[in-house]
């Protein structure tokens, strides 16, 4: 072994707009594969086919919210990264809170339990979002770099 293979393995500081948007993407990827197995449960397709969801019959409405409020967590992959770091922080922290109440709330009622484990993980996703967006680094150089 040589001096160099036995040195501590160099620490990467990641951004917190790296850490935030990374996991939004983690969270989007259990949304998707969440809504594809249920696509497995039986009688879903038929289902979804004669025009009903799981809050009952299909609108357009309905659609549009739903289609806001998946888009919110795909948004936030890149808004988390392009947004000033104030805004940042509040739309993480909102968001992070909001989804993690969302997940609990459709976890409830019997759902199945591959929706639970995805759930349970969409859980401490989100909750790590909301704690990241907390304890965001201040800027050292005072209030001459602050930004909204």
């Known amino acids: 072994m040589t001096d160099r293979s036995r040195a501590p393995l160099e620490k990467f500081r990641t951004p917190a707009p790296l850490k ?4 939004w993407a983690s969270v989007m990827f259990c949304y998707v594969y969440g809504d594809y197995f249920g696509l497995y449960i039986p009688g879903k397709l038929a289902e979804v086919s004669a025009g009903r969801m799981g809050f009952g019959e299909v609108t357009p409405g309905k659609l549009i919210l739903v289609a806001i409020m998946m888009a919110v967590p795909g948004l936030m992959i890149a808004l988390s990264l392009l947004l000033p770091p104030g805004i940042s922080r509040a739309l993480n922290l909102l968001f992070g809170i ?3 109440a969302i ?3 459709t976890m409830s ?5 591959f929706y639970l484990t995805l759930g349970a993980i969409e859980v401490v996703l989100t909750l790590a979002i909301v704690t990241y967006a907390w304890t965001w680094p201040r800027s050292k150089g005072g ?3 602050v930004d909204a």
């Open 98 to 100: 909001g989804y993690t």
């Open 143 to 145: 209030l001459a770099n």
């Open 109 to 113: 009622g019997g759902a199945p339990p």
């Open 103 to 105: 997940m609990l709330l």
């Open 20 to 23: 935030l948007s990374a996991l």
